[in-house]
Nanobody
Framework: QVQLVESGGGLVQAGGSLRLSCVGS????????MAWFRQAPGKEREFVSA????????YYEDSVKGRFTMSRDNAKNTVYLQMNNLKLEDTAVYYC??????????????????WGQGTQVTVSS
């Protein structure tokens, strides 16, 4: 099992940047496929980005492509989400998720068993 703790959220003006971090517990962090999801008020949780165990491949939701970059440092048990050119519609609680072996599409929240507590990102005009 792995426990996840996110940090780095906050209030930023549109066009600004934030970097989210997610630290995982345990010695097997490198064996987990990792992802970021977000949930805005009144909306369902949605996929943002995912990364393979080695960090060799990344995947992004269309609206964040070219603006967000996901990476991982397995030596530090940490994944990152660099968010640039933030827009009002990026406002949400951002969650880190982990799964050793995906049982479904990486874009589905139901494919992940392990979740962090979330970190709030608020983009203002």
């Amino acid at each position: 099992q792995v426990q996840l703790v996110e940090s780095g959220g906050g209030l930023v003006q549109a066009g600004g940047s934030l970097r989210l971090s997610c630290v995982g517990s345990g010695r097997t962090f490198s064996t987990y496929f990792m992802a970021w999801f977000r949930q805005a008020p009144g909306k369902e949780r949605e996929f943002v980005s995912a990364i393979t165990r080695s960090g060799g491949s990344t995947y992004y939701e269309d609206s964040v492509k070219g603006r967000f970059t996901m990476s991982r440092d397995n030596a530090k048990n940490t994944v990152y989400l660099q968010m640039n050119n933030l827009k009002l519609e990026d406002t949400a609680v951002y969650y880190c998720a982990a799964q050793p072996t995906l049982g479904g599409s990486y874009e589905l929240s139901t494919a992940y068993d392990y979740w962090g507590q979330g970190t709030q990102v608020t983009v203002s005009s």
